[in-house]
């Protein structure tokens, strides 16, 4: 008999579930407003914003006293992790031409380095070329780690290594690149 009054003081001790409404609704402002003064797109913050609360509603372990915290948390990494999006984007497009070369010069110019990309992807080990190609298009680490069967936890350091890989071969083939 003691036994079951002692399992129903633990029940009673546990902390109650998070009111997930009531979380919102306290912390979506100030969220979204963080990540529009990082990403500058308020758009954006918005979308980041609810990203930051789906990921509070899939983590158990955050939905304590402490989930405000942690959404601040998140939020931030996810307008920085835009930026950094932004930024790969543009190098990318840079790199690629893709925003249009208008004179015949540029176009030609532009098709040579793509072709000069694609000889040192094809000179690369067949994993650090899809690394790169799929990180180009903005895959996450989770969805690489998934797609190539790695280890969620060495991704970074195999698109570093990859990169790596990737400039040495370059400057090998083709000297500095141009800026």
């Not at 990540?35 to 990921?55: S, V, Y």
């Not at 372990?61 to 932004?86: K, P």
């Not at 067949?126 to 298009?137: A, F, H, T, Y």
């Amino acid at each position: 008999m003691q036994a079951s009054g002692q399992t129903s003081d633990v029940l009673e001790t546990q902390e109650t579930p998070l009111d997930f409404e009531a979380v919102f609704h306290l912390h979506y402002d100030r969220i979204a407003r963080a990540i529009a003064r990082i990403t500058g797109d308020p758009g954006c913050a918005e979308e980041l914003a609810i990203d930051a609360f789906r990921k509070l509603w899939q983590t158990p372990l955050a939905q304590g006293e402490h989930a405000g915290g942690w959404l601040y948390r998140t939020a931030i990494n996810l307008g920085l992790y835009e930026l950094r999006r932004r930024a790969r984007h543009a190098r990318f497009q840079r790199m690629l031409r893709l925003g249009g070369p208008s004179t015949p010069e540029e176009i030609r110019a532009a098709g040579e380095e793509q072709e000069q990309v694609r000889r040192v992807l094809a000179t690369m080990k067949p994993r650090d070329g899809e690394l790169l190609l799929l990180r180009s298009d903005d895959f996450s680490y989770e969805e690489l780690a998934a797609l190539l069967s790695l280890n969620p936890a060495s991704v970074g350091t195999l698109i570093a290594r990859a990169r790596l890989a990737f400039r040495k071969e370059y400057v090998k083939l083709y000297g500095e690149p141009r800026k």
